[in-house]
């Protein structure tokens, strides 16, 4: 069962690196069962990726799909680009433990105590990542971004819970630093390369920059404000 | 072995508020001081520049402006019979570093303590009877007294350009203003920020249940204003980009505004960053410091600088790590109750509570720290505790979120965090929502203290700074009573829905709470219960003086920053004006 596994992971990463070579098409959908539609719309795969793995991006992809999905409101997690801007925020100086205290010995502590793992968020990610796929096919017998969209919803919400029980850290914990990350993505700067266009701006109606309001503050005292959004790159 | 520099009068260990006012006021009096810093330089044109300044995710997501804690951190542990353990990343409170320390990031709130505050110890015996204090409650009155102070307060006000509405001048109550607090000598220098509609609403639903709304102070200029040093500072423009961050309107003071500016040209100041203090070097013979060993992180060679006059003004903890580390005062005994350095630790017991308007609009994003409305009916000794079960209280403040939309977003409680609910939650509601907060006071207790941890190291090999903490029976009954009076102000309100956040029972450091750490190097009236004297001198070594908020013997219910700078300039007064003159202790025990 545990060899089945591996083998179908090193088959499946070699196919979808290959696919990714090939065409825009993402890997999720390179792995993704004919069965099993995917339940946001195809995203063209333009950014290069600076750390995750084919893997890890599959993964990436389907979680903040489902945590943003496409609605009336948005296009999906990956279509603003939030996947790209994970894949960023790992492979910045803080996805390698920059500011961090990491000195030993470490203990598991009391929550109130905070994180106390050896890991620095990248490598927490990719922690977590095996340990979500691993709970996933033991549960549904594929892994987190095969699922079908009501098991990836299922999933994600044992893990907010803490139900989803993994092995060597609370998959609360692992969900939290994904979801944070996901909303990160979606509402910060453009710059970042999540909030492609500034849709989430756009859908809250925040004008982002250059933000001088004090000959505005008493004309919107109760009105709303509504300006088209601008970007830290407008001013660039 | 460390390289021996020339003798310099005064070092300043840290360049935040309090090293930039000593520094400044010393090079007046004709001193040659060194600035030491661990952090990076920052300066307006550089650093707090359009349009970098505004990124939500560098500076409130990934705390560009804080503390480095893989050089750095505290240990934790919430009781003395636990394993405390390093905090890998700050969360609950946000230490900056840097030239401008935490003086840079803050929301610039700008408060004083009340009268009764400083005589907390002796007003309650009074008013509710000599035992009405718990034993394991270490509250004490303060060394100086309101009226003391009164002149330093002005003058820091005056140097930050502080926008507020006066509430009592010289004895008079001011309409419009705090009626409860201390007289002060003169006006606010600038009229107050202006307000949003959340904050209104606030106001006049406190009024009309007999409280007395006020316009928040603080240390963000309403209007172009040229300070009591003569330097120019700007309008606050409302950009919401403004806790956690830095000014780029020059509006909200730092000490890189309103005096790196004059110490920058002083050719009797010079200022070194990335020189992490490693030791006080005491003489305890002599009762005196020699002066301070520090590494240039940017060499990793270490230096000697000799001084006649040290002045400890880094954040609270790095001041309480210095004294442990040189063996200056007695540390702490939680067994024995003996010793000062790391008693009376405290911090602030802040909780909030949102409320939700489906038929109102406002604008989230517009606004800063200011244009909340506050009131302080509930604060220290403003009302009878008399039956209560408590002491201590807060001021209590309601605006809008002023922030972009990483953090400035909120829906009710029960909605989703995540799915297309949540997503439909907050556009709904984003328009619509307002934050409420109750800064509580925490008063000093007997199993809040710091010590050496005597497991981890900083980046120097020096053992950690070791905080025990957790919230009191007393603070919780204080923040519960606190949170009824604010629910009573949001149902007169008539929100289409609304949230109390109580604070969970126990303190946890993530998430973020309050910045606000004090005690731990306690000012107070004589040698074996405080750490320095009324003057900010220590007990030990007659040529060092402790600034910040590590002196406070208690916190009250008021952010800090205001109390800071008046102390700072009571100690530089005390030092120029009788401490130079003849070098020595100021007050004899």
Same mark, same amino acid.
């Given at each position: 069962m545990a060899d089945d596994a591996i083998l179908r992971r090193q088959f499946l990463v070699g196919a979808s690196a290959v696919a990714a070579a090939l065409s825009p098409a993402t890997p999720s959908q390179a792995q993704a069962a004919p069965a099993v539609p995917p339940a946001s719309p195809a995203v063209p795969a333009d950014e290069p990726l600076l750390t995750l793995t084919p893997t890890e991006h599959a993964f990436i992809i389907a979680a903040v799909d489902t945590l943003i999905p496409a609605d009336e409101m948005s296009p999906s997690g990956s279509a603003c680009g939030v996947d790209v801007f994970i894949d960023r925020q790992l492979a910045s100086a803080w996805g390698g433990g920059?500011?961090?205290?990491?000195? %030993?010995?470490?203990?598991?502590?009391?929550?109130?105590?905070g994180y106390q793992l050896a890991l620095t968020p990248r490598e927490f990610f990719a922690a977590g990542i095996i340990a979500t796929n691993e709970w996933t096919r033991i549960t549904y017998g594929k892994d987190f971004d095969r699922l079908a969209e009501i098991d990836r919803i299922a999933t994600l919400k044992a893990m907010e819970s803490g139900k989803a029980e993994f092995h060597n850290f609370s998959s609360r914990s692992f969900f939290n630093q994904l979801h944070s990350l996901a909303l990160q993505g979606f509402f910060s700067d453009p710059i970042y390369g999540g909030n492609r266009n500034m849709v989430s701006w756009k859908m809250l109606g925040f004008p982002g920059l250059p933000a001088t309001y004090a000959n505005k503050v008493d004309e919107y005292h109760d009105k709303k404000l509504v300006m088209p959004p601008q970007s830290i790159a407008d001013f660039s | 072995?460390?390289?021996?520099?020339?003798?310099?009068?005064?070092?300043?260990? *840290?360049?935040?508020?309090? *090293?930039?006012?000593?520094?400044?006021?010393?090079?007046?009096?004709?001193?040659?001081?060194?600035?030491?810093?661990? %952090?990076? !330089?920052?300066?307006?044109?550089?650093?707090?520049?359009?349009?970098?300044?505004? !990124?939500?995710?560098?500076?409130?997501?990934?705390?560009?402006?804080?503390?480095?804690?893989?050089?750095?951190?505290?240990?934790?542990?919430?009781?003395?019979?636990?394993?405390?353990?390093?905090?890998?990343?700050?969360?609950?409170?946000? +230490?900056?570093?840097?030239?401008?320390?935490?003086?840079?990031?803050?929301?610039?709130?700008?408060?004083?303590?009340?009268?009764?505050?400083?005589?907390?110890?002796?007003?309650?015996?009074?008013?509710? *009877?000599?035992?009405?204090?718990?034993?394991?409650?270490?509250?004490? !009155?303060?060394?100086?007294?309101?009226?003391?102070?009164?002149?330093?307060? !002005?003058?820091?006000?005056?140097?930050?350009?502080?926008?507020?509405?006066?509430?009592?001048?010289?004895?008079?109550?001011?309409?419009?203003?705090?009626?409860?607090?201390?007289?002060?000598?003169?006006?606010?220098?600038?009229?107050?920020?202006?307000?949003?509609?959340?904050?209104?609403?606030?106001?006049?639903?406190?009024?009309?249940?007999?409280?007395?709304?006020? +316009?928040?102070?603080?240390?963000?200029?309403?209007?172009?204003?040229?300070?009591?040093?003569?330097?120019?500072?700007?309008?606050?423009?409302?950009?919401?980009?403004?806790?956690?961050?830095?000014?780029?309107?020059?509006?909200?003071a730092s000490a890189n505004t309103t005096l790196m500016p004059l110490l920058r040209p002083e050719t009797k100041f010079e200022l070194r960053t990335r020189a992490f203090v490693s030791k006080l070097n005491y003489d305890k013979q002599a009762k005196k410091v020699t002066g301070v060993t520090y590494t240039d992180l940017k060499t990793g060679e270490e230096y000697e600088q000799p001084a006649s006059m040290v002045v400890l003004s880094s954040f609270v903890f790095g001041n309480v790590q210095q004294l442990l580390l040189a063996g200056i005062g007695e540390p702490f005994d939680r067994s024995t109750g003996k010793g000062t350095v790391g008693k009376n630790y405290a911090y602030q017991f802040e909780a909030s509570a949102a409320a939700f308007f489906e038929n109102r609009e406002w604008n989230p994003f517009i606004g800063n720290a200011g244009t909340s409305v506050c009131i302080d009916d509930f604060n220290g000794e403003n009302f009878d505790h008399g039956g209560l079960g408590f002491f201590g209280g807060g001021y209590i403040s309601g605006g809008p979120a002023g922030a972009p939309p990483i953090t400035g977003r909120g829906t009710p409680h029960g909605t989703p965090e995540w799915g297309s609910e949540w997503k439909r939650a907050t556009v709904k509601w984003y328009h619509h929502f307002m934050r409420f907060n109750t800064q509580g006071s925490v008063y000093a207790n007997r199993d809040n203290f710091m010590d050496l941890d005597p497991t981890y190291k900083d980046a120097l090999g020096r053992p950690l700074l070791r905080l025990t903490y957790n919230g009191t029976e007393n603070d919780h009954r204080m923040s519960r009573f606190l949170l009824t009076k604010l629910e009573a102000c949001i149902k007169a309100m008539n929100p289409t829905h609304y949230d109390m956040h109580p604070r969970p029972r126990n303190f946890t450091i993530v998430p973020y709470q309050s910045t606000h750490n004090t005690g731990g190097t306690m000012m107070g009236t004589d040698p074996k219960s405080s750490v320095v004297n009324r003057y900010l001198q220590s007990w030990d070594a007659s040529n060092l003086f402790v600034m910040g908020a590590s002196v406070f013997p208690q916190q009250h219910g008021y952010n800090p920053t205001g109390t800071v700078g008046a102390l700072t300039y009571w100690s530089a007064k005390a030092i120029i004006t009788q401490y130079l003159k003849n070098p020595g202790p100021l007050v004899h025990a």
């Open positions: 920059a500011k961090m205290y990491r000195s %030993g010995p470490f203990h598991k502590g009391k929550p109130e105590q | 072995m460390a390289t021996r520099l020339k003798e310099v009068d005064a070092v300043m260990v *840290g360049m935040g508020w309090t *090293g930039a006012i000593m520094a400044r006021e010393l090079t007046k009096a004709g001193l040659n001081v060194v600035g030491l810093e661990r %952090g990076q !330089d920052r300066t307006p044109g550089e650093d707090f520049t359009l349009p970098s300044v505004r !990124d939500e995710m560098k500076y409130t997501q990934r705390l560009e402006l804080m503390m480095d804690n893989s050089t750095d951190t505290i240990t934790f542990r919430n009781a003395p019979a636990e394993m405390a353990l390093p905090i890998r990343r700050i969360g609950a409170f946000l +230490p900056g570093e840097g030239v401008g320390g935490s003086g840079i990031h803050w929301g610039a709130l700008h408060w004083r303590n009340l009268p009764t505050d400083f005589r907390i110890r002796s007003h309650i015996q009074q008013r509710y *009877g000599a035992n009405a204090i718990p034993e394991d409650m270490t509250i004490t !009155d303060w060394p100086v007294s309101y009226d003391e102070l009164e002149m330093h307060y !002005d003058r820091f006000d005056k140097l930050c350009g502080v926008s507020g509405q006066a509430g009592n001048i010289n004895g008079k109550i001011m309409p419009g203003g705090n009626p409860f607090e201390g007289p002060r000598s003169s006006e606010y220098p600038n009229k107050p920020i202006k307000s949003a509609l959340p904050s209104t609403m606030f106001g006049d639903a406190a009024k009309a249940l007999g409280l007395h709304p006020f +316009p928040a102070p603080v240390a963000i200029t309403s209007q172009a204003y040229t300070n009591v040093e003569g330097v120019a500072l700007g309008a606050c423009e409302y950009c919401g980009y403004c806790n956690r961050m830095a000014c780029e309107a020059n509006a909200k």
